[in-house]
């Protein structure tokens, strides 16, 4: 099936911040070429590694951002490598770079001149704070953003004298990414219509800053400060616990007050599991009383916490969830692989990875469509691996390639 | 009351045309983003239960959310307050043409039916089997105009045995495992302290959604895009799933989560920091502090004033920090404690450490001297709330920026134009259904 980014080309330098960018539009069909320094995009050397070795082509957090890119590697700071990302963007349909303001430029890379000689070029710059500004040139990584963006202030534990927590796996910088493709889409579309490319900045601190739902609206309109709460929403006061240990000892995602609708099933999962009390009396038909006893120590409190500590967190979901419950299980990511339900909607793509000799289940992607096809195809490149193919693409003859290699200019 | 029209933005995605049946939180982003380059996405309500985000408490008036919360949820309750359009929903909702239409009525479902042979995009965020009980499911949709983009959004997916299973967003984070890998070691999971999936999950639905209409724009077919959060979420944790498939290493395990230490890279020092002050909740203040190189942990070493650090055994080597983190937390806690967490972070900045301030939402919109260079935070005009500061669109586009000046549509705002101008109804024909309690 044709894919709908099929036939767009997109450069990407390699950096940790906008590597989501190009796999998904790797994904979606586009094809990426991954112009990396020879040393490996910062992407290869974070880890975790195949048996924990460090090796550049089996970086598994490199695998995971970089499904169906093409690498090139090229020192871009000396002239021959310049010259060579130049005639790569001069036919580009986008470029996808996150260095620091004022890097390209020096090099002449910066959008006034490419864009000049390709005007249809969508040059997509993925930054810390912008191109400008009191901090643009700030030191951050992912963490950092979750710190100064607000993830971190509403999120972590209801003590107000423990650390403050972001959450893993790159989550500022997908943001910012999705951010990202979701522009880049735009400027596809528009430049359908006018033949003309864009330069587009988007800053990962702004994606940050408005992702953090209704605290900046708590702050902004009623002048509430917001207080961490374990396992869930922080508000302007503490409210009932929502995170309960099942019999497995597995956390639960599980609320306590119940609905008309919900109460009778609940009576009738407490009566059979002999923790019911006097909750089937006709007064806790009062949703009112019902809350009153939602507290810590209240009777409903006690009977429902008594209920979940009989019963393992798999079940626990599935009959709470009968009843109308809107509770869940706090699984482990890998939890899911065993579940049927994802692996009925197809969620799980083979990728051949020759590195270790087998194939492995790689997550689709965000979207199931019969019509949108966004998944990745192929495993990520090897360092380097399409170097020399490109630059003949390029019109670089052997003498040229050879030349550049043994320079270290390429690799 | 005079209300000013609005969705005259002028952008490239002028002529889409957008049926926007969201509410709640992620399904309102994935048409939200649209609105700001010229789509014109009419959001359509049930006309006697407007989006309960409209409810929100008013600025200076004593109505508190609690209270409008318990008038919605209460069965059978009917509301005290008139609905209005609450600054949140201007976030959420911002740009978009507000129609009120009762599908389960006949002549409601015939007009719906209209509306969706003229568009180019229908979204949705209900239970799963909501659209079909309407006999208006993807075979109908697409029966009806076959270039029509279809998004469904929901916590399990509208296929698969869970697709039933009731989600807001904290469960989407826990059953993704995106709650599991924050928190510290040997704790409960800390999880996320809002509903990043509503958030960021709105915008990955809000990009699906754009490439799924730029292929309906390349093909002139349309498709269904069957969006589960809980995938999506899934999608933002690759690399859990690779490692535990090469390796074999669970993240159930020993000493997982890290907290906010790093385990790719394995660098150190890389923490929060308790420092001077505490926030108008009595929270401690913090600062998160990195090094991931010799020369960040050499710069922070001589601003801490201990460069015996730096000869240390337990710290030679970045190796050697992240053995010993605990112990060098506790050394540069010990320095950020009595000190101001701003001073900490434009000092470490100025010598290259990675710095940053646990931001609050005050910090960001009162004290942020970036966010306001990028002016994130414009004020937008609405006629019933007045003039107000909201969190703006924030990518900049050099051709076709988004239009940070719209608002969110009052309550059927637009029913004349949406029935009048684009479904020819004459207005007699629309005080007719009005009356019906049509629309």
Redesign the interface.
């Known amino acids: 099936m044709a894919k709908?980014?099929n036939g767009i080309t997109v450069v990407e330098l390699a950096d940790r911040r906008n590597q989501m960018v190009g796999k998904?539009m790797s994904d979606?069909g586009a094809r990426v070429i991954q112009v990396e320094p020879v040393t490996g995009s910062p992407g290869r050397?974070?880890?975790?590694f195949?048996?924990?070795v460090e090796d550049p082509d089996k970086c598994?957090?490199y695998?995971?951002?970089n499904t169906g890119k093409e690498s090139v590697a090229l020192d871009i700071t000396r002239p021959p490598g310049r010259d060579a990302l130049r005639r790569l963007l001069a036919t580009a349909d986008v470029f996808v770079e996150s260095t620091k303001p004022g890097t390209l430029a020096a090099l002449g890379l910066d959008y006034d001149t490419i864009g000049a000689r390709n005007p249809k070029l969508i040059y997509a710059s993925l930054t810390d704070?912008?191109p400008?500004?009191?901090?643009?040139h700030?030191?951050?990584?992912d963490?950092?953003?979750l710190?100064?963006?607000?993830?971190?202030?509403?999120?972590?534990?209801s003590d107000?004298?423990?650390?403050?927590?972001?959450?893993?796996?790159r989550?500022a910088y997908?943001?910012a990414s999705?951010?990202?493709?979701?522009?880049i889409?735009?400027?596809?579309?528009?430049r359908?219509?006018?033949n003309?490319g864009?330069?587009?900045?988007?800053?990962i601190?702004?994606?940050c800053?408005?992702?953090?739902?209704?605290?900046?609206?708590?702050?902004?309109?009623?002048n509430q400060?917001?207080?961490?709460?374990?396992?869930?929403?922080?508000g302007p006061a503490y409210g009932l616990p929502?995170?309960v240990?099942a019999a497995d000892g597995r956390?639960?995602?599980a609320r306590f007050n119940f609905?008309?609708g919900q109460w009778p099933g609940m009576v009738k999962w407490m009566t059979e599991l002999g923790v019911v009390g006097d909750l089937a009396e006709e007064k806790y038909n009062d949703?009112k009383l019902r809350a009153a006893e939602a507290v810590p120590g209240g009777t409903v409190e006690v009977a429902v916490s008594k209920l979940l500590s009989m019963v393992p967190a798999q079940e626990a979901f599935e009959r709470a969830?009968s009843i109308?419950?809107?509770?869940?299980?706090?699984?482990?990511?890998?939890?899911?692989?065993e579940?049927?339900?994802?692996e009925?909607?197809g969620?799980w793509r083979q990728i051949e990875?020759p590195e270790?000799g087998k194939s492995?289940?790689?997550?689709?992607?965000?979207?199931?469509?019969?019509?949108?096809d966004?998944s990745p195809d192929g495993r990520a490149p090897h360092l380097g691996e399409h170097t020399k193919a490109i630059l003949r693409e390029v019109e670089y003859d052997d003498a040229e390639i050879e030349a550049m290699t043994t320079t270290g200019v390429a690799r | 009351m005079s209300i000013a029209p609005q969705g005259m933005t002028r952008g490239?995605?002028n002529g889409i045309r957008i049926i926007d049946l969201t509410w709640k939180?992620v399904g309102p982003w994935s048409a939200r983003?649209l609105t700001p380059?010229g789509a014109e996405v009419i959001h359509v309500e049930p006309p006697h239960e407007p989006d309960d985000h409209r409810w929100?408490?008013r600025?200076g008036q004593g109505i508190t959310m609690t209270d409008h919360q318990v008038a919605h949820?209460?069965?059978g309750a009917v509301p005290s307050i008139p609905y209005y359009t609450a600054?949140?929903y201007s976030?959420i909702h911002n740009g978009k043409h507000a129609v009120s239409i009762n599908t389960r009525h006949p002549e409601g479902k015939r007009l719906f039916e209209e509306l969706v042979k003229v568009s180019d995009g229908l979204t949705e965020n209900f239970s799963a089997r909501v659209l079909d009980n309407w006999g208006l499911g993807w075979e109908r949709l697409h029966e009806l105009n076959e270039r029509l983009v279809y998004l469904s959004t929901s916590g399990?997916?509208h296929?698969?045995?869970?697709?039933h299973?009731?989600?807001?967003?904290?469960?989407?984070q826990?059953?993704?495992?995106?709650?599991?890998?924050?928190?510290?070691p040997g704790?409960?999971?800390?999880?996320?302290?809002?509903?990043?999936m509503?958030?960021?999950g709105g915008?990955?639905g809000?990009?699906?959604f754009?490439?799924?209409l730029?292929?309906a724009?390349?093909t002139g077919?349309?498709?269904?895009?069957?969006?589960?959060v809980t995938?999506?979420a899934?999608?933002?944790?690759?690399?859990?799933?690779?490692?535990?498939?090469?390796?074999g290493?669970?993240?159930?395990r020993k000493g997982f989560?890290?907290?906010?230490h790093?385990?790719?890279?394995?660098v150190a020092p890389?923490?929060?920091y308790?420092t001077a002050g505490?926030?108008?909740?009595?929270?401690?203040w913090?600062?998160?502090i990195?090094c991931?190189t010799q020369e960040?942990w050499e710069a922070l070493v001589t601003e801490m004033g201990k460069p015996e650090l730096l000869s240390d055994p337990r710290f030679v080597t970045m190796k050697d920090r992240v053995a010993n983190q605990d112990v060098l937390d506790e050394i540069i806690s010990t320095w950020t404690a009595p000190r101001r967490r701003f001073d900490i972070m434009t000092r470490l900045?100025d010598v290259?450490?990675?710095?940053?301030?646990?931001?609050?939402?005050?910090?960001?919109?009162e004290y942020?001297?970036?966010?306001r260079?990028?002016e994130?935070?414009p004020l937008i005009q609405h006629p019933e709330v007045g003039e107000?500061?909201?969190?703006?669109?924030?990518?900049?586009?050099?051709?076709?920026p988004p239009d940070n000046s719209l608002r969110g549509p009052a309550v059927h705002e637009h029913d004349d134009y949406v029935f009048g101008q684009i479904l020819g109804l004459s207005e007699r024909e629309r005080s007719d259904l009005r009356a019906e309690g049509v629309i």
Request: glycine share 10%.
């Open positions: 709908v980014l998904i979606a050397w974070t880890g975790p195949v048996n924990d598994l957090d695998w995971w951002f704070f912008g400008d500004g009191p901090w643009a700030l030191e951050m990584n963490q950092a953003h710190a100064l963006g607000g993830q971190m202030g509403v999120s972590g534990y107000p004298h423990e650390h403050p927590m972001g959450g893993h796996g989550q997908n943001m999705v951010m990202m493709t979701h522009s889409t735009v400027a596809l579309w528009d359908m219509a006018t003309l864009q330069f587009i900045d988007v800053s601190h702004d994606c800053a408005i992702c953090t739902e209704r605290s900046v609206s708590y702050w902004l309109w009623y400060a917001n207080v961490r709460q374990t396992g869930q929403h922080a929502i995170q240990q956390y639960m995602n609905t008309q949703a969830q109308g419950l809107t509770w869940g299980v706090i699984r482990s990511p890998e939890e899911n692989l579940m049927h339900h994802f009925e909607r969620f990875q270790i492995i289940p790689y997550p689709r992607g965000f979207w199931k469509s019969d019509g949108l966004v | 490239p995605l939180a983003m380059y929100d408490a600025r949820t209460e069965p600054p949140y976030q399990f997916g296929a698969g045995e869970l697709s299973y009731r989600t807001y967003g904290p469960i989407v826990a059953e993704s495992g995106l709650t599991f890998v924050s928190g510290l704790r409960e999971p800390a999880g996320w302290g809002y509903s990043h509503d958030i960021c915008w990955i809000g990009l699906g754009l490439l799924a730029l292929q724009k390349q077919q349309g498709t269904y895009v069957d969006y589960a995938e999506g899934m999608s933002l944790l690759g690399t859990y799933f690779l490692d535990f498939q090469a390796n290493r669970p993240t159930r989560p890290p907290g906010n790093s385990e790719w890279p394995a890389h923490n929060t308790r505490i926030d108008r909740q009595g929270q401690d913090w600062v998160f990195a991931e960040q900045q290259g450490v990675i710095a940053a301030v646990v931001e609050t939402a005050e910090d960001r919109v942020d001297p970036q966010l260079h990028r994130l935070y107000f500061a909201y969190e703006a669109f924030p990518p900049k586009l050099s051709r076709t």
